[in-house]
């Protein structure tokens, strides 16, 4: 079965389309093309990605021709690559963007930054909040910057253990400052949903480096600062 997302029909065959006459005689510039060419690219993807939903329905018993999942595998290709979105940003770029000298040199302190990510087990959500300080040496970022590189780890498909680890080191790799720490607490509904005992429960991870590994009192500074949890 075609999906509908599928029908659309190339109007240049590849061959024609990669020739280097077809830029010469095309009436589009060359970044109109690589837009072009990405679209259909994009299209490509969330048809195939629609497909296997449709396998999906059909492998739960469900009926993907009835009028409520019609347009269900669609959407959630869709959503998928929202969710997943952070594969095609890069973290530390987006960091060096707003990268400025100063002198201050106390912690800097981002809590309760809400997390929305994917365990890449069972493809299902885990959320809760991250916690991310730094200790300047000379260069801090701009604040929103921190909790866009939560996001952009945290829309990939993860493990919480890693998420909280990629954090620290991108900030560390940087800013180079004295130390990074990151709690990160989450429920995942791969525990909660499918009734594996602990339907309330948390998990914690943290990940740090330089003055938090090897100072007790900054330690203590900022675990108190997050709530001592
Ligand atoms: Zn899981």
């Known amino acids: 079965m075609k999906l509908k997302y599928m029908k659309q029909e190339k109007t ?38 629609a497909d296997a939903v449709h396998t999906l329905l059909k492998g739960i018993g469900e009926d993907p021709e009835r009028e409520g999942l019609l347009l269900t595998p669609e959407r959630v290709a869709k959503s998928l690559r929202f969710l997943t979105k952070g594969y095609e940003q890069d973290p530390e770029a987006l960091l060096m963007k707003a990268v400025f000298t100063e002198s201050y040199d106390e912690m800097v302190l981002v809590k309760d930054i809400d997390l929305y990510s994917m365990c ?46 990629q954090i620290r080191d991108a900030i560390q790799h940087v800013l180079n400052p004295r130390g990074v720490a990151v709690v990160i607490e989450a429920t995942h509904m791969c525990m ?8 309330n429960s948390v998990t914690t991870t943290s990940a740090m480096s330089g003055d938090f590994l090897t100072s007790q009192s900054t330690r203590s500074e900022f675990l108190r600062l997050i709530g001592n949890r």
């Open 192 to 199: 909660v949903m499918r009734g594996v005992e602990k339907q």
């Open 12 to 49: 240049v065959s590849p061959i024609v389309e990669n020739s280097p006459a077809h830029h010469a005689l095309s009436t589009c510039d060359l970044d109109e093309c690589f837009e072009e060419d990405r679209e259909r690219q994009e299209e490509e993807r969330l048809g195939s990605m």
């Open 120 to 165: 890449e087990h069972h493809m299902l959500p885990f959320f809760g909040k991250a916690h991310v300080a730094y200790i300047p040496d000379g260069k801090i970022v701009g604040l929103s910057k921190i909790p866009r590189v939560v996001e952009v780890f945290a829309r990939r498909l993860q493990v919480q253990e890693r998420l909280t680890q």
